[in-house]
């Protein structure tokens, strides 16, 4: 299981894994946000209206749930079961309360949090990212706040100083057999 705050890099280091260790499968989440430009159905998420959120919920589809900002993101239950039953290894790439979630529900799941090289560095990325408006990634800054203060809680921590250096360390910390 993947966290850290928002803008540190956390879906492009998580591309960059998948092409690297081809047996990891990786969790598509439910969103009730509007996808970016880019973004596709079924790939980046699953994008619902609310009340198809509200009836996963209903029908205990998710692992876990959470609310980031003004929308609903959750891990939907199945497929991660299937993939474990199946000895594949399964990444998880969600916030802090989903985290927390996940860790009560499965207290045998790794946990690794994705840090920033720096405070200034994520304030950049993240008010550079341009896909958010600036209230936004203030309200993202904040809750990244707490998000950091968080990161003891985790089985292990990977600063994300590149890509390549980020994969690598994730690769020997989830024992990924990688294709070359
Ligand atoms: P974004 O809108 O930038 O794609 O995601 C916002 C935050 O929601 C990120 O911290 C991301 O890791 C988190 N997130 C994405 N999918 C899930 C999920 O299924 N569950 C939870 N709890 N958080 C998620």
Known sequence: ML???????????????????????????VTTRLPRPGEIEGVSYHFVDDATFDAMIAAGEFLEHATYGAYRYGTPRRPVEEKLAAGTPALLEIDLQGARQVRAAMPDAFTVFLAPPTWDELVRRLTH?????????????DRARIELAAEDEFD?????????????????LLRLPVSR
């Open 3 to 29: 966290s850290g705050p928002s803008g540190v890099g956390k879906g492009t280091v998580v591309a960059a894994l998948a092409q690297r260790a081809s047996t990891l499968w990786v969790s598509v989440s």
């Open 129 to 141: 990212r341009g896909t958010e408006d600036p209230l936004v990634a203030r309200s993202r800054l």
């Open 156 to 172: 292990a921590v990977v600063i994300n100083e590149s890509v390549e250096q980020a994969c690598d360390e994730l690769i020997t």
